[in-house]
């Protein structure tokens, strides 16, 4: 791979889950390299309550942790 790749030349990897799947992200995040070379988006179930997954996956990977807000660039 070459390392100065383009920003818009890298995978995505998305991830679903539903309210009790904070544990399997976790455990996924610890086991993940913070240099991996890819975005990954969590898309969890929400009811009618704000997530803080933003806040609590930081604790578990390197990698930065950013909210999906409108118009975000990954």
């Not at 889950?17 to 975005?39: C, E, I, K, N």
């Not at 990954?40 to 997530?51: E, F, P, Q, Y």
């Amino acid at each position: 791979m070459n390392a100065k790749r383009d920003a818009k030349d890298f995978p995505v990897v998305c991830v679903g889950g539903s309210a009790g799947g904070l544990d399997a992200y976790t455990r996924l995040l610890q086991h993940l390299p913070g240099d991996m070379g890819v975005a990954i988006v969590i898309v969890n179930h929400l009811r009618t309550v704000a997530t803080l997954l933003h806040e609590i996956l930081p604790r578990y990977t390197k990698m930065p942790v950013e909210l999906i807000t409108e118009k975000l660039l990954i």
